[in-house]
């Protein structure tokens, strides 16, 4: 890239604005696990990196091509099966594939599951084509108690990822290896991703989601570049899913059913259909807050549900748009007179929410608890779930969020206009 | 000698539910001259634009581009063959830039199909013609802007240079200066007649000037059917043309 004439230090400065983000993205993942080397955070990461791939994945569909899919993972969940059967057959000797590679047969099988069935689920956008995918998943849940020997049935399909054969000599018994792996394919899928969105292909796909009236009209079938965005789109998802089936050694029907197709719709609307990026920051979100949730409350799933609600009301462009909006401020310097706001809004925010949040774990306790007169936990603090000062101090505590927010947000608004003003002023002078 | 046309409608009938909206087009365009449609309101203008280019599907008739049948293709492959339209309503990719807008149009011209192994900030070729096609209608400095902040004459402007990105030897405009001001409707005439040269070019509208200044010939639509193809001056003499313009009252009741 760099010729001889080319100034030595401009070629590096231009390599580092280039590729600097993913250098940095490779060396953060190089890093990470050497800083967090607890089995659940190490659990916790590898898990991050295959929803991101995932997450992307699903909005190769949804952000770039306009097609929002109610069963997505059913390719990332064929991806897994077939990937598992795969580690199965090496295992037996059948067939030879290093582990490393085992991703890609997860990979091939998501693209071939995807032609199989977009072709008919990408010949209308829009509501049909939201229609149609939720049909799949109906058929593929069918298929998976119909045919036991494949899906394994309830208990799913387990293998042993010791494989004899490995590239790199590794053994992958230690879930840090299996880490490493992971975050490799992470890059390779995220680059190829990307530079995806820069192709006549995926051009097109944004053409034919932004005006699928237009698109025949400039040469184009816009069935078939919905389907070829669609088959891409599976073959991500399945190395995706290849991934998951190498890390935890065992693929079940949950993978491929409707709840992990729920679950990848609300990680990448939380982190922003619009950018490119916003993905990586819903699916980074979403599975911390998962996997710390499930662990210290019942009622994980309800505050999942309200940060999505809260996400599609209030920033309909997600964590992504968020940022993205604070650019200009940023870059003007101003972003230092929101912060008070800002911090208002977040005490404000936390009150309210604290107050929510013991009212929903009260009649938890109340209602799934085994003693619900029982004394219950909530912050360090034991008390009875049915007594009135807990009720109290949640009804105060909303309260006193709700009249803390009012004026913040008015003020905010008020804020962003004389900022805005400002920064359009400061163009014209 | 025979005259070569790029377009011909022999008996073209269309119907919505049980109303015949086009009853019996027959219209011939000649290869590289710029033809009008004229008429009265709800005469079928846009339905005939619309089967010429696929959008809709003729319920009778024959519709052919350059000597073939086109009648019963999709809009992309009628597109393929050479023919390319406007939208009398702005119908651009709304979330994309002048330029992204432009090199779509020319993807498909251009070879790239469906392809998603080349990078489009490397094929140079491309992105030159994107800017040729920019500066050719005057948009050069508006390249980077999003075309939904574009004002109403930039966004037609637009719309013809989409148009005509492509190549095609056969164009359709659709209401090109609908909704502008006369000196907006000028430029955009100068336009038209630049980006048209040597090609065949139909053109509905409604602005008279604008007809009479562009067209080499004129056709008549009034209630689905042609009732008269002529040069500017016979159309403006003829009878029964004023007197579809006048909407004469007795003949509508037949």
């Not at chain 1, 990408?122 to 956008?125: F, I, L, M, Q, R």
């Not at chain 1, 051009?203 to 944004?206: G, H, I, S």
């Not at chain 1, 804020?415 to 002078?429: A, D, F, H, I, V």
């Not at chain 2, 999003?146 to 902040?149: D, E, K, P, T």
């Given at each position: 890239?760099?010729?001889?004439k080319?100034?030595q230090?401009?070629?590096?400065?231009?390599?580092?604005?280039?590729f600097?983000?993913?250098?940095?993205?490779?060396?953060l993942?190089?890093?990470?696990?050497?800083?967090?080397?607890?089995?659940?955070?190490?659990t916790m990461?590898?898990?991050?990196?295959?929803a991101?791939?995932?997450?992307?994945?699903?909005n190769m569909?949804?952000?770039?091509g306009?097609?929002?899919?109610?069963?997505?993972a059913?390719?990332?969940?064929?991806?897994?099966?077939?990937?598992?059967?795969?580690?199965?057959?090496?295992?037996?000797?059948?067939?030879?594939?290093?582990?490393?590679?085992?991703?890609?047969?997860?990979?091939v099988?998501?693209?071939l599951?995807a032609?199989?069935?977009?072709?008919?689920s990408?010949?209308?956008?829009g509501?049909?084509?939201?229609?149609?995918?939720l049909?799949?998943?109906?058929?593929v849940?069918?298929?998976?108690l119909?045919?036991?020997?494949?899906?394994?049935g309830?208990e799913?399909?387990?293998?042993?990822?010791?494989?004899?054969?490995?590239?790199?000599?590794?053994?992958?018994?230690?879930?840090i290896?299996?880490?490493?792996l992971?975050?490799?394919?992470?890059l390779?899928?995220?680059?190829?991703?990307?530079l995806?969105?820069?192709t006549?292909?995926g051009?097109?796909?944004?053409a034919v989601?932004?005006?699928?009236?237009?698109?025949p009209?400039?040469g184009?079938?816009?069935?078939?570049v919905?389907?070829?965005q669609?088959?891409?789109s599976g073959?991500?998802?399945?190395?995706?899913g290849g991934?998951?089936?190498?890390?935890?050694?065992?693929?079940?029907?949950?993978?491929?059913?409707?709840?992990?197709?729920g679950?990848v719709?609300?990680?990448?609307?939380?982190?922003?259909?619009g950018?490119?990026?916003?993905p990586?920051?819903g699916?980074?979100l979403?599975?911390?807050?998962?996997?710390?949730?499930?662990?210290?409350?019942?009622a994980g799933q309800?505050?999942?549900?309200?940060l999505?609600i809260?996400?599609?009301?209030?920033?309909p462009?997600g964590?992504a748009?968020?940022?993205?909006v604070?650019?200009?401020v940023?870059?003007?310097?101003l972003i230092?007179?929101?912060?008070?706001?800002?911090?208002?809004?977040?005490?404000g925010g936390?009150v309210a929410?604290?107050?929510?949040?013991?009212?929903?774990?009260i009649?938890?306790?109340l209602?799934?608890?085994?003693?619900?007169?029982?004394?219950?936990?909530l912050?360090?603090?034991?008390?009875?779930a049915?007594?009135w000062?807990?009720?109290l101090?949640?009804?105060?505590?909303?309260v006193a969020?709700?009249?803390?927010?009012k004026?913040?947000?008015r003020?905010?608004g008020h804020?962003?206009?004389?900022?805005?003003?400002?920064?359009?002023?400061?163009?014209?002078? | 000698?025979t005259t070569?046309?790029?377009?011909?409608?022999?008996?073209?009938?269309k119907?919505f539910?049980g109303?015949?909206i086009?009853?019996?087009v027959?219209?011939?365009?000649?290869?590289?001259?710029?033809?009008?449609?004229?008429?009265p309101?709800?005469?079928?203008?846009?339905?005939?634009?619309n089967?010429i280019?696929?959008?809709?599907?003729?319920?009778?008739?024959?519709?052919k581009?350059?000597?073939?049948?086109i009648?019963s293709?999709?809009?992309h492959q009628i597109n393929?063959?050479?023919l390319?339209r406007?939208?009398?309503?702005t119908?651009?990719?709304a979330?994309?830039s002048?330029?992204e807008?432009?090199r779509?149009a020319?993807l498909?011209?251009m070879?790239?199909?469906?392809?998603?192994?080349?990078l489009?900030?490397r094929?140079?070729?491309?992105?030159?013609r994107?800017?040729e096609?920019i500066e050719?209608?005057?948009?050069?400095?508006r390249s980077?802007i999003?075309?939904?902040?574009l004002?109403?004459?930039?966004?037609?402007?637009?719309?013809?240079?989409?148009?005509?990105?492509?190549?095609?030897s056969?164009?359709?405009?659709?209401?090109?200066?609908?909704g502008?001001?006369?000196?907006e409707?000028?430029?955009a005439?100068?336009?038209?007649?630049k980006?048209?040269?040597?090609?065949?070019l139909v053109?509905v509208e409604?602005?008279?000037?604008?007809?009479?200044?562009?067209?080499?010939?004129?056709?008549?639509?009034?209630?689905?059917?042609?009732?008269?193809?002529?040069?500017p001056?016979?159309?403006?003499?003829?009878q029964?043309?004023?007197e579809?313009?006048?909407?004469?009252?007795?003949?509508?009741?037949?």
């Open positions: 890239m760099i010729t001889e080319t100034n230090q401009s070629g590096m400065r231009l390599m580092i604005r280039r600097g983000v993913w250098i940095g993205a490779a060396l993942l190089v890093i990470l696990p050497q800083l967090f080397d607890s089995g659940f955070a190490i990461m590898s898990e991050m990196c295959i991101i791939i995932f997450s992307l994945s699903y569909l949804l952000g770039q306009g097609m929002l899919s109610f069963g997505h059913i390719y990332y969940g064929f991806g897994g099966f077939i990937a598992i059967h795969a580690v199965n057959q090496v295992t037996e000797g059948v067939v030879v594939i290093p582990l490393e590679l085992i991703p890609l047969v997860g990979g099988a998501g693209f599951f032609i199989l069935l977009g072709y008919i990408t010949k209308k956008a509501t049909t084509f939201a229609l149609i995918s049909g799949l998943v109906e058929l849940v069918a298929c998976v119909l045919f036991p020997s494949f899906f394994g309830e799913g399909v387990s293998g042993d990822r010791m494989l004899e054969w490995s590239i790199t000599g590794t053994g992958f018994g230690q879930p290896e299996v880490f490493y992971i975050a490799f394919w992470l390779v899928a995220t680059a190829l991703m990307y995806q969105t820069q006549p292909l051009r097109m796909a944004n989601r932004d005006n699928p009236e237009r698109a009209f400039v184009y079938n816009i069935h078939l919905r389907f070829f669609f088959a891409l073959f991500f998802a399945g190395i995706a991934l998951l089936a190498i890390n935890y050694e065992i693929v079940n029907s949950e993978m491929i059913g409707a709840l992990a197709s679950h719709l609300l990680m990448t609307y939380i982190g922003g259909i950018y490119f990026f916003g990586i920051l699916a980074v979403y599975t911390f807050l998962h996997l710390t949730l499930v662990n210290i409350t019942m309800l505050y999942l549900g309200v999505f809260v996400i599609i009301l209030y920033a462009n964590m748009g968020i940022l993205m604070h650019q200009p940023w870059k003007a310097g230092k007179r929101l912060i008070p706001l800002y911090s208002a809004a977040l005490g936390l929410f604290l107050g929510a949040m013991i009212m929903v774990e009649n938890y306790h209602s799934l608890s085994i003693e619900p007169d029982a004394p219950m936990q912050l360090g603090l034991e008390f009875l049915n007594s000062p807990p009720w101090l949640s009804i105060a505590l909303i969020g709700y009249f803390i927010l004026p913040v947000i003020n905010i804020k962003w206009n004389e900022l805005t003003n400002e920064m359009q002023g400061g163009q014209t002078r | 000698m070569e046309y790029a377009l011909s409608l022999e008996n073209v009938h119907n539910g109303s015949e086009i009853r019996g027959n219209l011939d365009v000649i290869k590289g001259e710029r033809h009008a449609i004229i008429g309101n709800g005469a079928g203008k846009s339905t005939v634009f089967l280019s696929g959008y809709y599907h003729l319920s009778e008739g024959e519709i581009l350059n000597q073939q049948s009648f293709l999709e809009p393929r063959l050479g390319c406007s939208f009398q309503v119908n651009l990719f979330n994309m002048v330029f807008n432009v779509c020319l498909w011209p070879g790239y199909k469906y392809s998603f192994w080349q489009l900030g094929q140079k070729a491309l992105n030159d994107a800017h096609i050719l209608i005057n948009m050069t400095e980077y999003q075309v939904g902040v004002s109403y004459a930039e966004q037609r402007a637009l719309e013809i240079g989409i148009t005509v990105a492509g190549g095609a056969v164009i359709l405009l659709d209401e090109p200066t609908a502008m001001s006369s000196s409707t000028e430029q005439v100068e336009l038209i007649k980006v048209s040269e040597g090609k065949t053109v409604h602005d008279m000037g604008v007809v009479f200044d562009l067209a080499d010939r004129i056709s008549v639509l009034v209630y689905g059917e042609i009732i008269a193809t002529d040069t001056e016979n159309i403006r003499n003829s029964a043309v004023q579809a313009y006048l909407g004469k009252e007795e003949e509508e009741g037949n």
